[in-house]
C-alpha cells in the first residue's frame, strides 16, 4: 500500500476531516469547474526508460534468436496492442481521477506531511484503469492468436478470470480497507480459477546432482497420485507474489516500479527460452507468459508516469493485487515459477522482515514508513521490518526519490543475477 493516509468519507462538498496531526484540507466546492485536476504525467521520462528497454529486447527477437515467423509475428501483435494499451490508459487516469476525487477516494502523502504537497488530495485506487485496459488488451488479443479449438484458450481464459477476481478483491479492499488477516485470504479465492482449468504438466525435473540419489530425472506427481501437491504450490504462489507487492511498499513508485522491473525481466528470460528451445510446447509455454507480460508493462508504464515522485495518483491495493497475481499467473503458466521466486529476491527478504511484525510477535503500525523531515526532505529509517526502512538504517537518510531509485535497482540486480544464476548452472543443476 502506498504513503497515504486514507481520508474519511463525507458527502459530496464537504472536506475530509483531518485526523490529528494532519494539516487541515482546504473544502471541495460542488461546483465541477473546481475539481482539483492532478499533476502531468511524466510520459516523456517513461517513454526514455521504454526505448532503452526496447533495444535489447528486439534484437533478441530479431537478430539473436531465430524465432519463427508465426510466433514472431504473434508476439509483434502483442506489442502493438500493449503499446496503444499504454497510451489509453495514460488519457484514462486524468479522467478516473476526477471521479475517484468526487467519492472521497483519495488520501494525503504521509512522507510529504508538514509540506505543501502534503495537503494536497491525491486520487486512490487508480489501479483501477490499469486492470480494465489490460483485461480489455489480452481479450483483444485473443482474436488474433486462439483460434476456437486452441489448446490454450481455456487456461488463457481462466488466467484471466483469476486476475479480474483479484482486482476486483483490491478494488473492494480500497473502499472498505479490510485487516490484514483477510487480505492474506483474497488471493487464494482469486487463484481458485486457474487451479481448476489448469491442465499442464505436474512434472518436476530433478536435480542432477540429487538424480542419483532419487533415481529418476523427472519426477510425475500424477502417476504418484500427488498431483494435489503441485496445485498447491501453485496456490501458495500465488498468494505470496500477489501479497509480496503489496506489502513492498510505501513510496512514491515503488510499487509500479517493482512490477516495471520484474515484467521486464519476465519477457527477457521468455525470449531467451524461446529462442533457446526447440520443443513446440516448451516455446508455446513461455509465450504464454509473455503475451500476459507484454500489456502488464505497457499498462503500467503508463501508471507510473502519474505515480512517479511527486505521486500525482495512488494506487491503491487495486494494483498491487492484480500486478501481483498477473505475475504469478505468467510464471505458473509459463513453468519457471522458480526463476519467477528469483526475480522476486526483493519481496522474499521484505517478507522475512516483516514476519515477526505480520505474525503479531512485535507490534505492527497501520503504516510502516520511514520518518519524514520536513525541514530537509529526507527520509529516517525506523526499526519496522521493512526492507525500506532496513536500506535507510543502512545506507543513512536519503530522500524519498532517491530511495525509491536505489530499490529499483537493487530490484535490477537481483534479476540480472538470476539471468547470471540461470547461465552458470545451466547443464550442471538441470
Known sequence: ??????ASKEPAGVAAKPESGDPKPVPTPDDASSEPKIAPSKAPLMLKCTAIFSIPYFYLIYYHYRIESELRRSIIINAIISLLGYFVTLAMIPVASKYVLRRNL????INKRGTPQGTIKVPESLGIVVGTVFLVVAILFQYFNFTADSNWLVEYNAALASICFMMMLGFVDDVLDVPWRVKLVLPSIAALPLLMAYAGHT????????????????????LMCTGWIYKLYMWLLAIFCTNSINIHAGINGLEVGQTVVIAAAILIHNIMQIGASTDPEYKQAHAFSLYLAQPLLGTSLALLSY??????????????????????????????????LIF?????????????????????????????????????????????????????????????VVLLLFQAFCCCFCFLLRWLLTGWYK
Open 307 to 340: 505515480n512517479w515522485y511527486p505521486s500525482s495518483v495512488f494506487v491503491g491495493d487495486t494494483f498491487t493485487y492484480f500486478a501481483g497475481m498477473t505475475m504469478a499467473v505468467a510464471g505458473i503458466l509459463g513453468h519457471f515459477s522458480e526463476t519467477l
Open 203 to 222: 512434472t518436476i525435473v530433478i536435480p542432477k546432482p540429487l538424480v542419483q540419489y532419487v533415481g529418476l530425472e523427472i519426477l510425475d506427481l500424477v
Open 106 to 109: 483519495f488520501g494525503y502523502d
Open 1 to 6: 500500500m502506498g504513503a497515504r493516509k486514507r
Open 344 to 404: 522476486f529476491t526483493p519481496q522474499v527478504l521484505n517478507f522475512l522482515l516483516s514476519v515477526p511484525q505480520l505474525a503479531g510477535i512485535i507490534p505492527c503500525p497501520r503504516h510502516r514508513l520511514p520518518k519524514f523531515d520536513p525541514q530537509t526532505g529526507l527520509l529516517t529509517g525506523t526499526n519496522d521490518g521493512t526492507l525500506v526502512n532496513f536500506f535507510l538504517r543502512q545506507l543513512g537518510r536519503m530522500s524519498e526519490q532517491s530511495l525509491c
